[in-house]
């Protein structure tokens, strides 16, 4: 009785978040001195001309074609960039805390959770920890009571949410950034030969996006599935002054090899309004 009262007050605050979201808060993201370090040390290169940027937005302009059954292009650009212009995504929350994503992909991912039923969620990009604690939420209530999430952020902002008891049991945070390649060995070798699921949204210079597609793309288990959010930034563009970012990534990563590991899985978009087009990335079976 118990179990069954805490899910469904699970539920009912999942609900409740997918349903009311404060109109218009805009958030200001902090630039600390750790940031920067690893920011600057990205090499831009030969990754971000003029000519990669439009054909990045040309390549997503094709991607959205294939929904045009759905919704027309123009429309769906048209969403996405209110949506963006709203900031309505910086200001929602779960369980009493911050959550900067799309309820609408928060959804999918459930979708996706409950299909593929990971033994393992890894995340980039912890934030305040409310996805993570979204994540912990979803496993406990699919009854995967072995199935943990490991999360990671070059900054420590988890205090508030560390007192879950949902976060206590499932969720585990890494203080470091997510291409330093101890932690990426680490995790390579306990999620090895497990269902393993991975979500990127940490830092969203294309540079860093690429880095992590290729370090952490090995990692997904056959039918599962990598994620790579905030594609709309430079892909749409709802930032026409981003770039390149994580849409860049995505095609160069494909382009390159990586569409013999992926297919992009456009019916994980069926809800139109995401932060990710294209980013829905589905391991091929072997």
């Given at each position: 009785m118990k179990r069954t009262t805490k899910n469904f007050l699970i539920v009912g605050s999942v609900t409740s978040f997918l349903l009311v979201s404060n109109a218009v808060s805009f958030f200001v993201g902090s630039y600390t001195p750790a940031r920067a370090a690893v920011y600057d040390a990205i090499a831009k290169v030969g990754f971000g001309d003029r000519k990669t940027l439009r054909s990045t937005q040309e390549r997503t302009t094709r991607m959205l074609e294939q929904q045009d059954r759905i919704l027309p292009v123009d429309d769906q650009k048209r969403i996405m960039n209110m949506w963006n212009d709203l900031q309505i995504w910086s200001n929602t929350s779960f369980l009493g805390i911050r959550v900067m994503k799309n309820p609408m992909d928060l959804w999918m991912m459930q979708y996706i959770i409950s299909e593929v039923r990971p033994d393992y969620i890894v995340e980039t990009g912890t934030a305040a920890g409310g996805s993570a604690l979204y994540w912990a939420a979803t496993l406990e209530l699919l009854g995967l009571e072995d199935s943990r999430v490991i999360t990671m952020d070059i900054e420590d902002y988890t205090a508030a949410v560390a007192e879950h008891s949902l976060w206590q049991e499932?969720?585990?945070?890494?203080?470091?950034?997510?291409?330093?390649?101890?932690?990426?060995?680490?995790?390579?070798?306990?999620?090895?030969?497990?269902?393993?699921?991975?979500?990127?949204?940490?830092n969203h210079e294309g540079h860093h996006v690429l880095q992590e597609l290729r370090m952490y793309g090995p990692?997904?288990?056959?039918?599962?599935?990598?994620?790579?959010?905030?594609?709309?930034?430079?892909?749409?563009?709802?930032?026409?002054?981003?770039?390149?970012?994580?849409?860049?990534?995505?095609?160069?990563?494909?382009?390159?090899?990586?569409?013999?590991?992926?297919?992009?899985?456009?019916?994980?978009?069926?809800?139109?309004?995401?932060?990710?087009?294209?980013?829905?990335?589905r391991r091929r079976s072997q």
């Open positions: 499932y969720v585990e945070f890494i203080h470091s950034s997510s291409t330093d390649p101890e932690t990426v060995e680490s995790i390579a070798e306990r999620v090895k030969d497990k269902k393993v699921m991975v979500l990127l949204d940490s990692l997904v288990s056959p039918g599962s599935y990598l994620i790579v959010e905030d594609t709309h930034l430079d892909g749409i563009p709802v930032a026409p002054e981003w770039g390149p970012g994580p849409m860049s990534a995505l095609i160069e990563y494909l382009d390159t090899g990586g569409a013999e590991l992926y297919e992009q899985d456009l019916a994980r978009e069926a809800f139109v309004l995401t932060q990710n087009p294209g980013g829905w990335l």
